[in-house]
């Protein structure tokens, strides 16, 4: 259940600069985990790769960049989670969506369980995470530098 429906953004550049620049300030302060500090649970089915994080309450962290649009199940829990379209509030239970590109700031109000499932054939979940996570956002958009590039050639 959505409890708060998206505010639309229309500057997603900016947004996704000011979620990158809060994760940046974050690192700097004592005692954060950032990167896969909360237990997952790998699965595997023909075809899919099936991830599962289990985020405490309290919890306010980022997620990683999203190369490929997949689905997503909040299975338990209450978590506020900040995108470029806007704040929502997910109560489990829950699917959505996530787009290319995506890049979150979530806040736990209570115990999340959240999955994700990935089409791919990989088992070795170093080179499942090359195929659907991006280091940066231009891994995501790489059309973005062309356009610059001819911008700049005009």
Not at 15 to 34: C, D, H, S, T, W
Request: aromatic share 8%; charged share 25%; hydrophobic share 35%.
């Amino acid at each position: 259940m959505i409890e708060y429906p998206p505010k639309p953004i229309t500057d997603n550049t900016q947004v996704r600069n000011q979620i990158v620049a809060f994760e940046a300030e974050m690192r700097k302060l004592p005692g954060v985990m950032i990167g896969d500090c909360f237990p997952l649970k790998h699965t595997f089915a023909d075809g899919c790769y099936i991830r599962q994080i289990t985020m405490p309450k309290g919890a306010l962290l980022t997620s990683k960049i999203h190369k490929i649009t997949h689905p997503y199940f909040v299975l338990k829990g209450d978590v506020s989670v900040l995108t470029e379209e806007g704040v929502i509030r997910i109560k489990a239970p829950y699917s959505g969506i996530t787009k290319a590109g995506t890049k979150r700031v979530l806040y736990c109000h209570e115990e999340t369980v959240w999955t994700t499932i990935h089409i791919t054939k990989e088992t070795n979940i170093e080179k499942i995470e090359e195929e659907v996570i991006a280091k940066t956002f231009d891994d995501v958009f790489p059309i973005k530098e062309e356009i610059l590039k001819l911008q700049e050639s005009l």
